[in-house]
């Protein structure tokens, strides 16, 4: 098993073993990010460039690849303001793409259209990695959320997880529910019925997992019988209009008083960012999650990187990266 040199556009293409393998050596890059300073491993200057192309606004992810790439001892270029690049003057996503092929050994794509991380990968001739295109696809996302859940749960598959909020746009809900399902987890969809998880998704996670996601509008009632609850917002700017997206603002708020209705081992969990969906009285609840899940994308995303780089390398039972 390896995925040196591959792409990762959607976590479909990958089995839960490669998954697995990601999560472990973050595990591992993760307990060598906490040592004390002066006792990490040294992580040579690493002679790779990442580059990292993002059509639509980032605060982590493109940061968190950016720091997981420093980390690792490499170097970062970044296309980022694309009022100022090429494209502005026409040239197509995948002219762009050879040549940041020919800049850099790995490229990271967002984009507001689905299908466009794919279309960068048959254009590029290095490794690309999706970090979000449209409403589809958030692959990285998916195992950030996935390393917080099995730091803080111990296990990954036998759970109730309820999804809420914008479940008809949000990327990280399409991309998480189907591996959720294929390890045996039990989804809960709560949403407004205009925001409901789109049909195909729903088939896909009930083929996956043999039951059919429960659906309910009903957030307070809900939240009594999960172990996991993963919030989302809106996606205003998935809306047709301001209006349409104003008949959604705020329909769920998670509070201190929804919290004492859940169990007492219940996890909290959001992609980030909030707008308005959490309120800041649970930040400080012991079963809120969400920024530590964050943190998780450095580690994560160090592992992603040298597993898809090749610089892991296997000596006495152990995994090794970097030169030294
Ligand atoms: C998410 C995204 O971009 O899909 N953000 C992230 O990467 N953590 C979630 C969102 O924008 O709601």
Not at 7 to 16: P, R, V, Y
Not at 95 to 101: A, G, I, K, L, P
Not at 159 to 168: P, S, Y
Not at 258 to 265: F, G
Request: proline share 6%; glycine share 8%.
């Amino acid at each position: 098993m390896s995925l040196v040199g591959r792409d990762l556009i959607s976590l479909d293409a990958w089995t839960l073993e490669e998954i697995t393998l990601v999560l472990d050596l973050a595990e591992e890059m993760a307990r060598s990010l906490a040592a004390p300073a002066g006792e990490q491993p040294p992580f040579a200057p690493l002679d790779r460039i990442l580059a990292t192309c993002f059509f639509e606004p980032s605060t982590r992810t493109r940061l968190s690849f950016a720091a997981a790439m420093h980390r690792l001892g490499g170097s970062v270029i970044c296309l980022q303001d694309v009022k100022m690049s090429s494209l502005a003057k026409g040239e197509s996503l995948a002219d762009t793409m050879r040549m940041m092929s020919a800049y850099s050994d790995l490229i990271v794509i967002r984009h507001s259209q689905e299908g466009a991380a794919q279309e960068a990968a048959e254009a590029a001739s290095v490794p690309v990695i999706n970090a979000g295109d449209g409403t589809r696809n958030h692959p990285t996302q998916t195992l950030t959320d996935l390393f917080t859940l099995r730091r803080r749960k111990g296990t990954l598959s036998g759970l109730k997880v309820g999804l809420c909020g914008d479940l008809k746009n949000g990327r990280t809900v399409h991309s998480l529910a189907p591996v959720l399902a294929r390890l045996g987890n039990e989804i809960v969809c709560i949403a407004p019925p205009a925001l409901a998880l789109p049909g195909e998704y729903m088939e896909e996670t009930e083929r996956l997992s043999g039951k059919r996601p429960a659906e309910t509008e009903d957030l307070a009632g809900a939240v009594a019988d999960l172990d996991v609850l993963y919030m989302t917002r809106i996606q205003a700017e998935r809306f047709p209009s301001p209006d349409e997206y104003e008949k959604y603002r705020g329909v769920y708020v998670l509070n201190a008083a929804l919290m004492r209705r859940a169990p007492e081992s219940m996890m909290v969990m959001h992609p980030l960012p909030r707008v308005d969906e959490i309120a800041e009285e649970v930040d400080t609840d012991p079963r809120a999650a969400y920024f530590e899940q964050a943190a998780g994308g450095v580690p994560v995303r160090m592992a992603l990187i040298a597993l898809i780089l090749g610089l892991v390398e296997e000596v006495e039972g152990s995994k090794r990266w970097g030169f030294e």
